[in-house]
């Protein structure tokens, strides 16, 4: 290897850069740096998706039908109904578009550009060819381009090659955009952006890989296709029937229509984008970065934290507070005079550090040299040659220029210090102690060494100079503040944590004890991870809190073993070497600050204050949002069956008015049915005591067995009050338009009941009346001034069959809606009083952060 190679780019070597004019020019003539979409978006696109939907079709054909009867009124309903369905779902797609638009923008990567002379960080959808733009390890290549100035650059291309191993590279080399920096830093010259660079060309874009579905996703989406099969059956049931009994096909396709609106569940896909953007949403005011919105609902499931030490347990600033000088054999503690022999201590591993460093370590050693020896910390030390960091543990080394004179530093993990300086076994048994005795303290502990030039040239490995070990630096690396009420929370949320950390045993296992880690007596270190058997693994992981000394292939095997046993981990990371675990792990966590982009590349959530805490408000909004989104389907569930009924059992059993409702009595159900399901709901709080529940199993479903059967009774309960009302009154010899209007009344008013007993499956209606959600209220109070309007108004009462009723008829109405919806809340009772310990009404603080506005 050369003596040399081209130093950090600096600001003197930097090109100027293009002008605003040029940017311009250049965007016009090459376009953004954006990849093709396949998926349209936008007002047109939305628009497409809503009249392809089946309930606007069903609509549109019952709309004709009443003009080739002639009831125009009808018609005119309908068609005006069309429209405020259409409206409601384009708003509630463009908000939920709205909301991932959002998103998007703050996910968007940047990338540091020159214009104009100066250095600038952009959107990475703002480059443009011909830009001057840096890359630095673990940042992913924003677009194709030229290298023209590196410090031991190399890439990671196995996206387009498939080969793992990263590939050097010199001034002149092309790079690819989507490949990443494995190391060292570069500026780059682009040569193409968006769609023309390889990858686009090619059509590998990571955006465009469709992105698995969730089990819920899968479940919901398999519930719908069932019933909508069932919607199918139904209507042709209903139509023969009436055309059997009647011989006019119109009429008979028209109620055959209103039975199969009244089957179609279409409000809970929509539900279920809306709950997941918008609860993506919320995340992101909270400081949680969603990349997919799906992900929400899994956060529910998670069993498992694997989080790192350094900066996400611990603070992020650290300190140095120890040297042990290895020619004295003494501790040195900082900020303190250094003496002859302790001082090279500290120099070399400042020269050992980055010139600019962004690691707390580095920063830490930079600013105990600036104060220990301010003349020496202001003199140029320029870069000479840069070993990054490697080996396992791992270790780097810089060649600097230091007097005129080349200086070899190197810091890294003690062991791997000893192994390369081969000190007496005496003085190496020393330093083990001491470097044991200071972890076992909290303090990060790590080894310096001086290098001599074997030969007239660098060697190829930095292992291979001829070292002697100067001695240690233990740097301070507080807990957090909230670190304790964290794990607290986690553990009480039924999920276990697991601290991963490349640090010592004895200091990882202090650090532990100090945030109250459940288990920290348990460890394992990286090494015993990757010799254990792949079948005695899994279950030692379960048991194990502490993983020391870790490196990316045993952080990979760990996250693969929890996966094993069942679990659903969610890993944390911030570098480069997470980005296995990140991509394995079901829910990938990267720092939002001090993350690197590949991290968060691999990671579908980025914190972006590196606050743990962030993770716990996002787990306990992905409960609030998978019960509140039960809640909304099995109130859907439970309200058509009571209307498929009503339209079904007179037709089925030979009552007297065999056609009650028409699709215009559907269409206003469905007008205060769909907003309360994606909106009301969507906006419940979280239920007290849901941060104190295990996690639900992430394959687990409530659209079968027995919640979904208590759902059912539900409905029945309400078809049976419906039913009784429809019979009672056409018994008692009431006219068609009377007990048309009793029976609508009384389901109006039982969905009316059924959205306030489904705010909660354990606590009474009378402890939910208190939980704030003014959406709520506004749906409520939209559905009861509707129903009054049809009941009262003079055209509504003639466009809905409907005619005056006293006013102790609409009473009984009332008492059997009551009696169809209450019986649940005696159920909640005998539950509640079967329960091992009474359901607290005090909200988990966590929980009050993920409870929506009310």
Known sequence: MPTSTLPAPSAAIQPPGLTTAAVAAARAAHGPNVLPDSAPTGLLATLKDVVT?????????????????????????????????????????????????????????????????????V????????????????????????????????????????????????????????????????????????????????????????????????QVQQFVARMAWVGLGAFALVWGVNYAKSGDWVTALLFGLTLAMSILPEEIPVAFSSFMALGAARLSRLGVLTKQPQTVESLGSATVICTDKTGTLTEE???????????????????????????????????????????????AIVAAFATADPAAAAAPAPMLHEYPLGGTPPMMTHVRRVAGQPLIAAKGAVEHVLAVCCPAPAVAAEIRRVTQELSGQGYRVLGVARGTQPGLDFPAEQDDFAWEFLGLIALENPPKANAAAVIRAFTEAGIQVKMITGDFPETAQ???????????????????????????????????????????????????????????????GDGVNDGPALKAAHI????????????????????????????????????????????????????????????????????????????????FLELVMGPTCSIAFENEPAEAGQMRQPPRPLTSTFLAGAELGRSMAQGLGIAAAVLGVYYYFMQQGAALPVVRTLTFATLVLSNIGLTLANRSFTQSIFQTLRVPNRLLWLMLGLTLTLLLATLLLPPAQRLFGFAPVPLAALGWCALAALVGVGWVEVYKAVLRARAPRPITNAPHAYEKSAGASG
């Open 53 to 121: 939907e089946p309930m606007f079709l069903l609509l549109l054909l019952a709309c004709g039908l009443y003009v080739a009867l002639g009831e125009v009124a009808e018609a005119l309903t309908l068609g005006a109904a069309l429209l405020v369905i259409a409206s409601i779902s384009v708003y509630q797609a463009l908000r939920s578009d709205a909301a991932l638009g959002a998103l998007r923008e703050l996910t968007q990567p940047q990338a540091q550009v020159r214009r104009n002379g100066a250095l600038a960080t």
């Open 588 to 667: 990938g966590v990267a720092m939002g600050r001090r993350g690197t982009e590949v991290a968060r590349q691999a990671a579908s959530l980025v914190l972006v204050d590196d606050d743990l805490g962030g993770m716990v408000t996002a787990i306990a909004q992905g409960r609030r949002i998978y019960q509140n989104f039960k809640k909304a389907v099995f109130y859907v569930v439970s309200i058509h069956i009571p209307i498929v009924l009503t339209v079904a059992v007179p037709l089925l059993a030979g009552w007297r008015w065999e056609n009650l409702f028409t699709p215009v009595h559907i269409i």
């Open 123 to 218: 959107p990475v959808a703002d480059l443009v060819v011909g830009d001057a733009v840096r890359v630095a390890e673990g940042s992913r290549l924003p677009a194709d381009g030229i290298i023209t100035a590196l410090n031991d650059f190399s890439a990671d291309e196995a996206i387009l090659t498939g080969e793992a191993v990263p590939v050097a590279k010199a001034v002149g080399d092309p790079v690819f955009g989507g490949t990443s920096t494995a190391s060292g830093s570069a500026w780059l010259t682009l040569t193409a952006v968006g769609g023309h660079t390889k990858l686009g060309l090619i059509g590998q874009s990571m955006a465009a890989i469709a992105t698995e579905k969730t089990p819920l996703q899968l």
């Open 317 to 363: 600033g650290m300190a140095v507070k120890q040297l042990y000088d290895g020619a004295t054999a003494s501790l040195v503690s900082l900020p303190g005079p250094l003496g002859p022999s302790a001082a090279p201590v500290l120099a070399y591993a400042r020269y050992a550090s980055e010139t600019d460093p962004f690691d707390p370590m580095e920063k």
């Open 510 to 572: 202090a650090i532990a004890r100090q945030v109250g880690l459940p288990g920290a007596d348990t460890l394992l270190t990286g090494q015993q991870v990757m010799d254990l058997p792949a079948a005695e693994l899994p279950p030692l992981a379960t048991r194990t809190a502490v993983f020391a000394r870790m490196f990316p292939e045993a952080k990979l095997k760990v996250v693969e073993a929890l996966k094993a046993t069942g679990a659903v981990v969610a890993m944390t």
